[in-house]
């Protein structure tokens, strides 16, 4: 299975003309199954993923793009090992202004700044944010997963283990017996 995100894959959307603050585009992008490695988990996609991107120009040097992205993902249970499915889901709105064109400096977002603008934009950057930001990092196959006993291994969700109750580290044993 392959990495799903690499730097040479594109989404390249076209865009109105600069001046025209009516027209909204749009574009749809399918990326293959894959796996992604985050936060020390790998995430299976084994349908892949599908990206809806909508844009428009809010004024001549700044453009909304909006993200939307829906995926099932396939991980183990960070506790259990178990596998777990899970559907992510969401929209992100970036706005994008010219390098060097001043731009509100508002407090919940920050521009994505852009050297140029042309007929077509690459969003791709930011699906990966995208992507990122809804990955959640810590997958668990139900709240209270009891995890995996850290001496035997037995999965406690289906009962106790047979490991002795109170398991200490032998470099501590000659503290057991001291009193303050």
């Known amino acids: 299975m392959h990495n799903l995100l690499h730097e040479s894959q594109k989404a390249i959307i076209?865009?109105?003309?600069?001046?025209?603050?009516?027209?909204?585009?749009?574009?749809?992008?399918?990326?293959?199954?894959?796996?992604?490695?985050?936060?020390?988990?790998?995430?299976?996609?084994?349908?892949?993923?599908?990206?809806?991107?909508?844009?428009?120009?809010?004024?001549?040097?700044?453009l909304m793009a909006e993200i939307?992205?829906?995926?099932?993902?396939?991980?183990e249970c960070a506790r259990c090992l178990k596998p777990v499915t899970l559907e992510i889901s969401g929209k992100?709105?970036?706005?994008?202004?010219s390098r060097g064109a001043e731009a509100e400096?508002?407090?919940?977002?920050?521009?994505?700044?852009?050297?140029?603008?042309?007929?077509?934009?690459?969003?791709?950057?930011?699906?990966?944010?995208?992507l990122y930001t809804l990955m959640p990092t810590k997958i668990l196959c139900r709240e209270d997963c009891k995890g995996l006993c850290p001496n035997c291994g037995a999965d406690l969700n289906e009962g106790e283990c047979s490991c002795k109750e109170e398991i200490s580290d032998p470099r501590l044993e000659a503290l057991r017996n001291f009193k303050i």
């Open 68 to 75: 939307e992205l829906s995926v099932e993902i396939e991980a």
């Open 92 to 97: 992100l709105l970036y706005l994008y202004h």
């Open 105 to 130: 400096d508002e407090e919940d977002f920050m521009p994505v700044e852009v050297d140029y603008f042309g007929r077509v934009l690459d969003v791709m950057p930011q699906i990966n944010e995208s």
């Open 14 to 62: 076209n865009l109105p003309p600069r001046n025209d603050t009516e027209t909204e585009v749009f574009a749809s992008f399918d990326f293959p199954e894959g796996l992604l490695k985050f936060e020390g988990q790998e995430f299976i996609f084994p349908e892949g993923f599908h990206v809806e991107v909508s844009a428009r120009w809010l004024e001549e040097d700044l």
